[in-house]
């Protein structure tokens, strides 16, 4: 079997070829060797390793298929016609867009066929079986196997009969082969078939089974983003005339609901997979701070204390975004990782110093003095941690894949960690200033006047009347 298919790798490759036109009196070429070495026609040996050779020049050389996700566009609408001309339209404007490149459509260019059909009335009149025109018809277009050659080796290489290279192209050579009634009559397969000269179909594609036509494009240059290039295009997509004067309809995350009623264009490709990126880290992320202030809850007892730990977090973005403009590099997937993990150390800080402050508290320190320790005490284990932190980050720094995790951690620790120190302490302190009972889980004592102390009258001596 796999003969068979380096047998059709040498015929794709070249290292098989026809025979010249005049090897076969009937004017069919035969397959012959390329070397021209009879003896090699039937061995399979020389032509495995030629194949292989190939294809392994072909490796060196580069030549690997390499598939990539683009940013498509999908046309929707109620004619096939007028889907065509629309992504015309849309493939001329994203022509002229600024870093779009290697654009193309699913349609494809108007081309002249040559329909063949088989005059049935005509052949039964000459017995002549329609399977034998079509048979002749595809040995004289393709090829067919007349015969086997048999060798030493373990399967037999097929002895192939079809129009010589030059004629191959010739509709009028064709025809001229003859078939063979039952009556043993040769007649031309020119006298049983009516020849009818249209134009090639254009293919017809459905998504969801709704009809569609593509239009695809790609990034280059600076910025590779297709959500450059979709909002860089999006104010002269609105200028584009759909056929009956309607308006072209944008959609982003959906399909249109109604394609029968008038034309529109989904965005699609390597757009929607970023959309489907960003909104499932999107949702685990806030699915992450849930939990985060669940447990929160559960480790100090109260609804107000996980708020202030977890205020931090959002100052991330302050050191994530100007961090990724600082190096030039593009908020990926990879970058939101970060940010996700940066929660996560975040709130470590933060319950390093609120759990000090509470500690103190309960010792009898003075709120305040306590809240001014937690930043002195915890601020040198806080910025050890980390350092280690970003200095692991930075061995992935120079990674295609993971420079976005790296730039995360590396600018959203560095900047998170100074604010936490700051931030945490005060929002602490303006928060439970009035409210110290919560802290120490004590109530604190009121001084209650005392009672008025009633006067003494002076006493009388006994047997004497006042």
């Given at each position: 079997?796999?003969?068979?298919?380096?047998?059709?790798?040498?015929?794709?490759?070249g290292?098989?070829?026809?025979?010249?036109?005049g090897?076969?009196?009937?004017?069919?070429?035969?397959?012959?060797?390329?070397?021209?070495?009879?003896?090699?026609?039937?061995?399979?040996?020389?032509?495995?390793?030629?194949?292989?050779?190939?294809?392994?020049?072909?490796?060196?050389?580069?030549a690997v298929?390499?598939?990539?996700?683009?940013?498509?566009?999908?046309?929707?609408?109620?004619?096939?016609?007028?889907?065509?001309?629309?992504?015309?339209?849309?493939?001329?404007?994203?022509?002229?867009?600024?870093?779009?490149?290697?654009?193309d459509?699913?349609?494809?260019a108007?081309?002249?066929?040559?329909v063949?059909?088989?005059?049935r009335?005509?052949?039964?009149?000459?017995s002549?079986?329609?399977?034998?025109?079509?048979?002749?018809?595809?040995?004289?277009?393709?090829?067919?196997?007349?015969?086997?050659?048999?060798?030493?080796?373990?399967?037999?290489?097929?002895?192939?009969?079809?129009?010589?290279?030059?004629?191959?192209?010739?509709?009028?050579?064709?025809?001229?082969?003859?078939?063979?009634?039952a009556?043993?009559?040769?007649?031309?397969?020119?006298?049983?078939?009516?020849?009818?000269?249209?134009?090639?179909?254009?293919?017809?594609?459905h998504?969801?089974?709704?009809?569609?036509?593509?239009v695809?494009?790609?990034?280059?240059g600076?910025?590779?983003?297709?959500?450059y290039?979709?909002?860089?295009?999006?104010?002269?997509?609105?200028?584009?005339?759909?056929?009956?004067?309607?308006?072209?309809d944008?959609?982003?995350?959906?399909q249109?609901?109604?394609?029968?009623?008038?034309?529109?264009i989904k965005?699609d490709?390597?757009?929607q997979?970023?959309?489907?990126?960003?909104?499932?880290?999107?949702?685990?992320?806030?699915?992450?701070?849930?939990?985060?202030?669940?447990?929160?809850?559960?480790?100090?007892?109260?609804?107000?204390?996980?708020?202030?730990?977890?205020?931090p977090?959002?100052?991330?973005?302050?050191?994530?975004?100007?961090?990724?403009?600082?190096l030039?590099?593009?908020?990926?997937?990879?970058?939101?990782?970060?940010?996700?993990?940066?929660?996560?150390?975040?709130?470590?800080?933060?319950?390093?110093?609120v759990?000090?402050?509470?500690?103190?508290?309960?010792q009898?320190?003075?709120?305040?003095?306590a809240v001014?320790?937690?930043?002195?005490?915890?601020?040198?284990?806080?910025m050890?941690?980390?350092?280690?932190?970003?200095?692991?980050?930075?061995?992935?720094?120079?990674?295609?894949?993971?420079?976005?995790?790296?730039?995360?951690?590396?600018?959203?620790?560095?900047?998170?960690?100074?604010?936490?120190?700051?931030?945490?302490?005060?929002?602490?302190?303006?928060?439970?200033?009035?409210?110290?009972s919560?802290l120490t889980?004590?109530?604190?004592?009121?001084p209650?006047?005392?009672?008025?102390?009633?006067?003494?009258?002076?006493?009388t001596?006994?047997?004497?009347?006042?």
């Open positions: 079997m796999w003969n068979h298919w380096l047998l059709a790798a040498a015929l794709a490759c290292v098989v070829a026809p025979a010249p036109a090897a076969a009196d009937s004017g069919l070429a035969t397959v012959a060797a390329e070397s021209g070495n009879a003896a090699n026609v039937a061995s399979f040996d020389g032509v495995v390793e030629a194949v292989r050779q190939t294809v392994v020049a072909a490796q060196v050389a580069g298929v390499a598939l990539e996700v683009k940013a498509g566009d999908e046309i929707y609408g109620p004619e096939a016609d007028g889907r065509r001309e629309v992504a015309k339209s849309v493939r001329a404007l994203l022509e002229r867009t600024p870093g779009v490149v290697d654009v459509d699913s349609s494809i108007a081309a002249p066929r040559t063949l059909l088989v005059d009335r005509k052949a039964a009149l000459l002549v079986s329609q399977q034998a025109v079509v048979s002749t018809l595809r040995a004289g277009l393709a090829g067919e196997a007349a015969t086997w050659l048999h060798d030493e080796t373990k399967y037999p290489a097929a002895a192939t009969l079809q129009l010589p290279a030059e004629r191959q192209g010739d509709l009028d050579g064709l025809l001229q082969l003859e078939v063979r009634g009556e043993g009559k040769l007649v031309p397969i020119r006298e049983l078939v009516t020849r009818s000269d249209t134009q090639r179909e254009q293919p017809t594609h998504k969801d089974l709704l009809p569609v036509n593509y695809v494009a790609d990034m280059a600076r910025v590779d983003s297709p959500l290039g979709v909002f860089g295009m999006r104010n002269e997509l609105a200028g584009i005339d759909t056929p009956g004067g309607g308006k072209l944008e959609y982003f995350i959906r249109p609901s109604d394609a029968w009623r008038g034309y529109a965005w490709g390597e757009w997979v970023t959309y489907e990126t960003f909104r499932d880290m999107g949702a685990a992320y806030a699915v992450g701070l849930v939990l985060i202030y669940l447990l929160v809850v559960a480790q100090f007892g109260s609804y107000l204390t996980p708020l202030i730990i977890m205020a977090i959002p100052l991330t973005i302050i050191g994530v975004l100007p961090g990724h403009a600082l030039g590099a593009q908020y990926t997937a990879t970058s939101m990782i970060g940010m996700i993990a940066l929660a996560g150390i975040i709130v470590r800080n933060s319950i390093l110093l759990d000090f402050i509470n500690l103190q508290v309960r009898g320190v003075d709120f305040k003095q001014v320790h937690s930043a002195i005490t915890r601020a040198q284990p806080i050890l941690t980390g350092l280690a932190a970003m200095f692991g980050a930075f061995f992935i720094l120079d990674d295609p894949i993971f420079n976005g995790l790296a730039i995360s951690l590396i600018f959203g620790i560095l900047v998170s960690t100074i604010l936490t120190l700051v931030v945490i302490p005060l929002l602490y302190f303006m928060a439970y200033r009035n409210r110290l919560a889980g004590l109530a604190v004592a009121t209650t006047p005392a009672p008025p102390v009633l006067p003494i009258p002076p006493s001596p006994r047997g004497t009347t006042p």
